[in-house]
Structures are given as C-alpha cells and as structure tokens.
C-alpha cells in the first residue's frame, strides 16, 4: 500500500512518501502527491522524503520524477531525499531517459511549434539587435568622453594597436592584392584581346581595382585577421573575469578596450588600401606586360590619363567605414562570449561572418549612393 | 553606526533560474561581514549582485545611502568604488606583478606607485617578486597578488570571493588575520564569501550562513556555532551528531545518555521528540565515565583525535580527545555528557 503524508509548514513542505510504490499502488497517491505540489509556492522548499518506502519501482520513480521535474524546471526548489544507493541510481537512469524522451517529442511536434520557433528566434533576432545598438551607443559616449578630455586617450593602446592590425597584415594584404590584380588582368587580357581593345585594360585595372577591389579585399583580409583577434581577445579577458576586474577598478571598457581597437583601425584601414591599390595594379600591370606585351611606361602613362584621383579617394574613404564596422561587430562579438571556452570559438566565427557580411552590405550602399551622385 | 551597504530583500537569477530570494542584510562602515554556505548556495551572485555584475529581478541594494541596484536599473560596476578579489584571480597577464597591484592607481607618481607594491608585496608574502608575471606563479600566489591588487587603492569596501581558496593552512590563517587588521586599521568594510568556515570565522565580524539562496542565519561566529537557529547551521557549522531525546520539562530532555538541562526554556510540549546537537567537545573521555561506547572510526588531527564512537543503542556520536589518548578502532572507551547548553531540533 503506497501511501504519503504532507506536512506544509511555512515555507518548508515536507512529503514524506511510505509503503509500496509499485505500478499496482502509485496510481493511489499520485494525485494526492500532485495536489501538494500545486499547492507549494515558488519560495518554499518541497522535501519528498523516500526512506521508508519500502519498495520502489520504475513506475514509482517515474511518478516522483515527472511530478519533481516539472517543478524543477519552472524554478521551484524540489529536493528528493532518503533515496537508498540503489534508489539513486534508479532515479538518476530514469531521469536520464525522461531527457530524451521529451527531446523526441519537441522533434515530432507540430506546425504550430515550427512557427513558434521562428517567432522566439525573431524575437531573439530583434533583442540582439538592440544589444548591438546599445553597445555603439556606449562606444559612441566613450568617444564624446574622449573628446571631452583627450587627455584620456590612450595613444599607447592605440599605436600598438595600428602596429598589430595594421604593419603586420601589410605582408598577406600585398600577396592578396597582387593575386587580385593578376586575376583581373589575365581574365580581362583575354576578352579585350578579342575586340583589339587591349590598351583598355588599363582603364579596367585601374579603375577596378581602386574603387573597388582593394577596399573589399582589405576589408575581408582585416576581418578575417584582426575582427577575429578582437573577438578572441575580449572573450578571453571577459571569461578569466579581467574585464570585471577593471570595472571595479573604475575603468570603462568601452574606453579602454573597445575604442582604442575601433581608432586603430579606422586610422590603419585606409592606410592599408593605398597599399593595397599600389600593388593591385602593379599585379596587373606585370601580366599587361607578359600576356599583352604591354610596357611597363606606356601602362603608367595610359593609367596617369585615365585613372582619376576621385576613384582613388572613393576606395580609401570606404576604409574607415568598414574597418569601423569590423571592429565594432569584433568587439561586440567579445562581450558576447559566454563563461565557457566553447563560446570563444562560436562567437569568432560569428564575429567574421557579421562583419565581411556588413563590409559587403556597406559597400553596396556606397556603390548606390555614389552612383546617384554621379561620383 | 552609518549603514554603509544596505541589502534589501533581493532577487537574482542565473541562467533563468532564482538563485537568490529574499536576501536583506546591511553592513555598517568598518565590519568585516562573511557569507558562508555550501557551494552552489548562490553567496558568489549575491557579491556579484552588490558589485554591479548581475541585474535585481526584486528588491534594491543601495550603496552610501544611493540606490544602486534595483529592477530595471544597475548603477555600472566601475561607479561603485569597491575592490573586489576574483575567484579567478583574473590578474592582467600582459603586466608584471607590481603593475598588476599599481592598475587602480592612477594618480599617483611612478616612485609612490613602486613604493605600493613593495609595500603589499611584503604583506603578501612576496616581496622582490616586482618583475615576475602571474603565468610564472602557482595558484596560491596569483590569489595572494589578487588580494594586493583589490587592497592598494583601499577601496571604502572590498568584496572578497573565496579569497584564500588555494592557500595552505599556515599561510591562509596568517594571511586572514592579516587581512582583518589591515581592513580594521584602515577602516575598510570587508565582505567574504567562502565556503570555509575557519576562513570565516578568521576574519569576519558577523556572518550569513546560506542555503539555497536564502540566509538562514545573521550572527557571530560564537553564536553560530553554540546556537544555531536551524538544523542546516548545526549541521555546517562545525562537527556533530544529533541525538533522539524526549522532551521531559521545559528545562530538561531525556536522552540515551541520560537528563540534560538547559538553559533556554524549551518551548516543544512535554514529550515530544527532538533532536539534541553533541558537538564533539560535549563528550568528554572519562575511564569512570557512565557511557561505554565502542570506537568505530578515528582521525588524527594532531593536538585532539577525533573519535566516532558507537553507543550501545546504535547511534554514534563524535568525540575530540587529546591526541595522547590514542585508542585503537573497535576499542571500548567511557566517555561522559558535559552539555551545558542544548540545542535541539524537532525530530527527522
């Protein structure tokens, strides 16, 4: 005979469970064991009590676990107790499979949930979007603060971090705008060929690269390389807690890890595509002079009368946008990262695929409104 | 006396779970507070709630008089002027130690900077350690930095997580009175949170024991120990066994071992069932004693042994004597009650 007894006392309620908990017997006390639990609030503790039950079977641990479980999960303080080893163990393998079933029926369940899921990840989705416009607008009040007392700037960070995003990418960015500008060179040599227009490859190096090619693949090299640091960086100094540490000690990190990154680069950026230009179209013009047996003079003097400066102007001043957007979705992504090491890997990779995604979007608006405005 | 922190009925969550309801406590300017309780009992939100790290679901904590946390509303950690020594110690590895200690220092010179961390690197233990780098330390000696580092811009008030965790005994009981005279002397309001209760007891004025993110009980440490409010307390506070016993008159209980009186006046009806608390120091060896009890286990703890004994009855209580009554396990010893205050439980 199962049996249970409840004793609600203040805060504590105390169900202690006695007999046989058997398949036969549960059926007897499980809607008794049911009602003592609604009837506890969320700021008591609930006891149930097992150790003078004295036998104890599958359908008597699945009883306590579904009743226990439902309330642990709605955050109520739900503590079997007196369980024998071998109850433990019956418990623990039976909450165990309680896991998966309920893993199994949210897989099968219905329409309505699919539509339900796509709201929740909308609203995520939403939610997330203000977080990121909170952060800039903390940036952005670090950045009044700077210009409020520049003797707060922290040139130091600054340089050093011109010098790591920057002077070190120099070597990968020429590689990358070389190759570019050899691709662009062969494929193009090809078609003006056709046509006998091939002196016009000039105008397509020159152009194309400059206006274009060299910001993006600046930018893609940068958030690749430094985006990611950033992300890595700050997530690691937020997990061994040193980005709390600094806090208590009165130092914004807004001020003394985020801007000092976004500046360094929004000064290296545009920096780094003048290079990019120089060796893009010194790419090109190296197969101009093999595949076409174009000579290095009559390419430079054919790209001084077409090439005009605005095209130039246009490449470097796209840089401090989207290096602001790469630093900004870096270190955003760095604060993101959670307590655990896992978290650093997922959010460096979210944190490059945002920001060549917000470098690509950028520069389409850049290419629509410069069109518009005829530049 | 001026309330410097003042804790007020507080809800925190960690991962969408409550882990802290309806906690209040206040902390005058100059004590030395402990929370102390199991781990996962939620005392590290709750500092973390009174640094500025975790958002109130209910409740206010105000800080200097000022609200400084309440639902919807966080004052920003760096505002709050506090110091706070990190489980993690999460000391800066790009800085050697001495720059580590001088981080909160702005505005003093160079030379009064050095003169800092020569100072806190000697009560620390580590003096001539200036140019080394926290990856080059072990754990203990990151903890002890940690501390130096939280102490040198000596902080109105300084939360302290587990602050002497990874020490060895000798060096935590220095280092804890240590501590406790460099707050009191500077008049700096300390708050620990372990889950040691000799670290606790060391150094804090008052303390919280917690359990499931409630504080069962605000007292001293004497208090905790000789009177504790709940059976929880009594358990985790020092060692001990309960006893059955039979409440007789409203000063005196019945037990196997014979009448105990107390001194409280016991509120329970005649006869109800309790449990009485036997901490180890009641049970006194007594080769004339009238209790003959078999030793069923032993620890050495160098100057006393601590020695479970079995009653003739089936219950065991626990029992220090002087190391040089050295007795084998199995052995027959008399021992004899010396409880001179009682502090009982409703029966379990």
Known sequence: MASINVNNNNDVCQITCSGEWTLNQVAKVSSKLKKALAGTTKDSVVNIDITSVEVFDSAGAILLLDCSEKYIGKGYQVHITGASDEQQSMLAMYKKQLANVDGKQEQASSCMDRFERIGKKLVDYVLGSAHFFSFLGETFSALIYYIVHPSSIRFKAIIRNIEDAGVRALPIIALTSFLIGVVIAYQSAVQLEKFGASIFIVDMIGISVTRELSPLITAIVVAGRSGSSYTAQLGVMKITEEIDAMRTMSFDPYRFLVLPRIIALMIAMPLMIFFADLIGIFGGMFIANIQLNMSYSEFLSRLQSVLETKHVWVGIVKGPFFAGLIAAVGCYRGFQVSYNTESIGRYTTISVVNAIFLVIACDAAFSVVLTELGI | ?348
């Open chain 2, 1 to 348: 006396m001026y309330t410097l922190l003042n804790i007020d009925n507080i809800e925190c969550q960690y991962r969408g779970l409550s882990v802290v309801r309806n906690l209040s406590f206040e902390v005058n300017r100059g004590s030395i507070v402990g929370l102390l309780g199991p781990s996962g009992c939620g005392k590290t939100t709750v500092l973390r709630a009174i640094a500025g790290f975790e958002p109130l679901l209910s409740g206010q904590i105000q800080l200097r008089g000022i609200t400084a946390s309440k639902p919807g509303f966080t004052l920003a950690p760096e505002k709050r002027k506090l110091g706070m020594v990190f489980q993690d110690y999460a000391l800066f590895p790009h800085l050697n130690l001495a720059d580590n200690i001088c981080f909160g220092l702005r505005k003093l010179t160079a030379q009064q900077k050095q003169q800092t961390a020569g100072q806190l690197l000697e009560l620390v233990g580590m003096d001539g350690m200036e140019h080394r780098y926290a990856h080059e330390l072990s754990g203990g000696q990151q903890q002890r930095i940690a501390l130096a580092r939280a102490l040198a811009p000596e902080p109105e008030i300084i939360l302290m997580d587990e602050p002497f965790s990874n020490l060895d005994i000798e060096l935590r009981e220095r280092l804890s009175v240590d501590v406790r005279n460099i707050l009191k002397e500077r008049g700096i309001t300390g708050i620990i949170v372990t889950h040691d209760q000799h670290e606790a007891f060391a150094i804090a004025d008052t303390i919280g024991v917690m359990e499931h993110g409630r504080i069962l009980q605000w007292d001293t440490p004497y208090n905790l120990y000789h009177e504790p409010a709940e059976r929880f307390v009594a358990d985790f506070i020092g060692q001990g066994s309960f006893l059955r016993a039979t409440v007789l008159s409203a000063s005196s209980l019945e037990t196997e071992l014979g009448i105990i009186n107390s001194e409280h006046t016991l509120l329970w009806p005649k006869g109800t069932q309790v449990d009485v608390l036997i901490r180890p120091d009641d049970i006194i060896h007594d080769p004339n004693g009238s209790i003959p009890a078999i030793i069923s286990q032993k620890a050495f703890k160098g100057a006393e042994i601590l020695y479970t004994l079995q009653l003739a009855t089936g219950s065991t209580l626990l029992s220090l004597f002087p190391s040089h009554h050295n007795h084998e396990i199995g052995e027959q010893v008399c021992v004899n009650i010396e409880a001179d205050h009682v502090v009982a439980f409703p029966a379990k």
